[in-house]
């Protein structure tokens, strides 16, 4: 399972950082990422990072604002998301593959194949 938490309402130019506490499997041992949807709209990938760290995606809508990250020890992922826009405004939702999946980090980031998905987190960007 995976729990997000840490969204909230913040005033353009702000910051959140969004967390995914996993269960019942080992996130070290998976490609992780963040995705979201807005009202009215497609649910998008924002980040993802492969397993072992090596690869990291990032929309170009967020590059350079947000960054993806794990903790091992904690078995926890992480959105720190800076200068927010109006546009950011979303539901965010984490998501990991299966430990050691066959499914391509690829597939599992840009075509949301990953196996195991969170709670969504409100995050509003208003003034």
């Known amino acids: 399972q995976l729990q997000a938490s840490g969204g909230g309402l913040v005033q353009p130019g702000g910051s959140l950082r969004l967390s995914c506490a996993a269960s019942g499997f080992t996130l070290r041992y998976s490609a992780i990422g963040w995705f979201r949807q807005a009202p009215g709209k497609e649910r998008e990938w924002v980040s993802c990072?492969?397993?072992?760290?090596?690869?990291?995606h990032y929309a170009d809508s967020v590059k350079g604002r947000f960054t993806i990250s794990r903790d091992n020890a904690k078995n926890t992922m992480y959105l720190q998301m800076n200068s927010l826009k109006p546009e950011d405004t979303a539901v965010y939702y984490c998501?990991?593959?299966?430990?050691?999946?066959?499914?391509?980090?690829?597939?599992?980031?840009?075509?949301?194949?990953?196996?195991?998905w969170g709670n969504g987190t409100q995050v509003t960007v208003s003034s």
């Open positions: 990072l492969s397993r072992g760290d090596s690869t990291t």
């Open positions: 998501a990991a593959s299966e430990p050691y999946s066959p499914i391509t980090f690829y597939s599992a980031c840009r075509r949301h194949r990953m196996e195991h």
